[in-house]
């Protein structure tokens, strides 16, 4: 199984470029993590070390020097389990001090936590009790020292998760349904917010263990998830294109030679944006090396890095022509400033517009999507003028959150928007009570 969770993560990778690991069972628990990319980090040899039936594996976004902190994380303290989440425990250091454990991180904690719970509670029982002392959003999936695979989802699902299956056996778990394709698996349906499944070698349980409330994140659709993925039912493809729809009846350039989609992520909003205002669509840059998430690289040097892989202009396709730039989104706006640099520049483009396809991104997710903090964000300080200006470019404009909605078609009351608005959610409001940089973080 350890290399079906391996391919599941470089399907995944996108997700997180910092971490990654997986564990098995094969009637004892083996677990491998390290910082670094999934093709780098599970070697040959270091997958032989991973024998079982039944594994999971993560990837994350977050640098973590401690090797024992790189998901999945295991606990000790109550039934041994090791648990990979995707999410935030807000008040995970106070649980660390009911249940006098280490407070080091909170998918450390979660693992704790249910680790006790289920020394005197089935498993299904155990994320229903769980659930009541979490404040905050987790989707996990955890393997037992016993061989029970459990998967939970909070009841906002605001962090996507999903079942699949090989034939008839729903055994498949993953964050998006691209990791199912990869490996040959059937993609079934979501988990459904509040909803746990738990695994053993002999049945499959699934138990609703709170009422749905659902908070599904909205940035999935623009950015975090692959294009190939169903989040919630929804193609993330076909919402993709309808933003390309939506930016040409709210922001169309009149005249335009060109469009180009950049990156990747931005090629269906272009594709769809040329096929609604007639532009011709060009394939503008090729990237150099592999795809470099630069908004959620740590440091400058590492973003100027990506910035220089992400981009290699295609001269032919632009030079002389007044061109439409789209892209996904735009965060500190130092990608844009060197695209449209770039182009004007060194190619002689003669206009360039640019139109994103997510709104403004004004202020920091509290739920782990490593936006950074508000006084980084081009968005929330500058109006568009402002931003064309500092970018360079002619003119510049976002997609407004209502056409975003539409796009996703889910009820805006079902969907986070809080890094577009600065309104966190219930649970983040909550939240703020137990961590005092969220605190200063949505208020600043
Ligand atoms: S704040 Fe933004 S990134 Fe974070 S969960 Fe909400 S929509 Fe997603």
């Known amino acids: 199984m350890a290399r079906f969770a391996y391919y599941g993560l470089l399907a995944l990778q996108h997700r997180g470029q910092e971490t990654c690991g997986a564990a098995t069972w094969d009637k004892q628990l083996h677990r491998f993590s390290a910082p670094g990319l999934v093709d780098q980090v599970f070697t040959e040899s270091v997958l032989e070390k991973l024998p079982g039936w039944v594994a999971c594996g993560a990837v994350t976004a977050v640098p973590e020097k401690e090797v024992g902190l790189i998901q999945p994380v295991s606990a000790r303290t109550g039934v041994r389990l090791v648990l990979c989440t995707n999410g935030r425990v807000f008040n995970y250091r106070e649980l660390a001090q009911k249940y006098d454990v280490p407070a080091w991180s909170d998918a450390q904690v979660l693992a704790e936590v249910l680790s006790r719970k289920l020394q005197q509670s089935d498993p299904l029982e155990a994320v229903g009790e769980l659930h009541e002392e979490v404040v905050g959003t987790f989707s996990f999936v955890a393997i037992t020292e016993r061989g029970e695979l459990i998967a939970a989802r909070d009841p906002t699902g605001l962090k996507p998760l999903v079942i699949g299956s090989f034939g008839f056996d729903y055994g498949v778990i993953a964050s998006e349904s691209c990791a199912m394709d990869v490996i040959g698996a059937d993609f079934k349906h979501d988990i459904e917010p509040g909803e746990a499944y738990l695994f053993t070698p002999y049945s ?210 079902h969907l986070c928007l809080g890094c577009f608005t600065g309104q966190h959610i219930e649970v983040a409001q909550r939240g703020m009570e137990f961590l005092k940089e969220l605190k200063e973080a949505v208020a600043g």
């Open 204 to 413: 499959i349980e699934r138990k609703r263990f709170a009422e749905p409330n659902p908070r599904y994140c909205a940035f999935e659709y623009v950015y975090m998830a692959r294009p190939d993925s169903i989040i919630n039912g929804i193609s993330v493809y076909e919402v993709r294109m309808r933003i390309g729809e939506k930016l040409a009846e709210e922001a169309a350039v009149e005249g335009a030679d060109v469009v180009v989609g950049v990156p990747e992520t931005a090629i269906p909003f272009a594709m769809a944006y040329a096929n609604r205002t007639s532009t011709p669509i060009h394939m503008g840059f090729v990237r150099t090396g592999r795809r470099i998430r630069s908004a959620i690289k740590p440091t400058q040097f590492e973003r100027l890095v990506g910035v220089q892989l992400k981009l290699n202009p295609i001269r032919r396709a632009v030079a002389g022509k007044k061109i439409v730039i789209i892209d996904d989104s735009v965060v500190r706006g130092t990608t844009t400033k060197n695209t449209v640099n770039m182009l004007r520049n060194r190619l002689g483009v003669k206009e360039v517009h640019v139109r994103i396809g997510s709104p403004r991104l004004i202020a920091p997710c509290p739920f782990g999507v490593e936006v950074p903090a508000r006084d980084e964000l081009i968005a929330a300080h500058l109006t568009d003028e402002e931003v064309a200006a500092v970018t360079g470019a002619d003119t510049f404009c976002w997609l407004s959150i209502e056409g975003l909605v539409e796009a996703i078609g889910t009820p805006r009351e």
